[in-house]
């Protein structure tokens, strides 16, 4: 079991596409098969965000949250609340995403993205550049992984104690081959409000020397592909033995 799923991490999944421009409405024409599908009774079990001229957002009351504009599409998952009223009483907030563990949503992304792919509008004519593959995760300190602890220890170290609040942010290459390179957006936040939880976000990008097609099994293999590569990083983040060296005590 992965670090992000004893965490309760939450993913996000995203394609990066050479540029084409359609308005919101013609994203919304091209989703409607998908849209259709998620209604409880004869009512939607989503929103759509005001839609501007060239972007859009559906949210998905299962948590998820489709994002669609001219060079990117992405879904990303976050826990959604509403209130109910209560004969008598206060209203009471009800969880209504789906609390499924950070594997499970990245495969309901995975899948989900892929679908969406080759019904948006030029789909056979367009090409994927990058693929992105996201964990997030609200923790304190003293639950994240001994490797992104040492993380925190080394960033700190001019300072010679606990730091109050911080943001980190590093975008380093992690791997380069001949057909892609990859690299991954480190953020680290601790907030100085300490009511606030500490969050810790790893964007993992896979760019392409030689274009992807959006055909449904090439973005499946390269889905699967950038899946494995990344949560194999976010492993080698836990572990964090390139720390070792320079920080003693994690």
Known sequence: MSWCD???SVPSVGFIYDPHFVSGDGIIDAIAPMLDKWKVGDKPDFTLSQPEPLKI???HNN???YSFEPTRTSIAYQHRVKFRNVSGSRPVAELISSPQPYSQLLDDAISDIVEIALILPMAKRRSVKTIGIVTSTHADEKDIPPGIRK???YLSRPWKS???AYLFTIVAEVESAKIHSDRCIHTLTRPDDKEQIPNFKFDWQRSY???VAVEKDTLLRELQRAKKAALDYFETLAVGDAFDDIVKDA
């Open 6 to 8: 004893k965490l309760a």
């Open 57 to 59: 957002e559906v949210q």
């Open 63 to 65: 948590g998820f949250t």
């Open 151 to 153: 993380m925190i220890r």
């Open 162 to 164: 606990d730091l109050d």
């Open 209 to 211: 020397s030689n274009q």
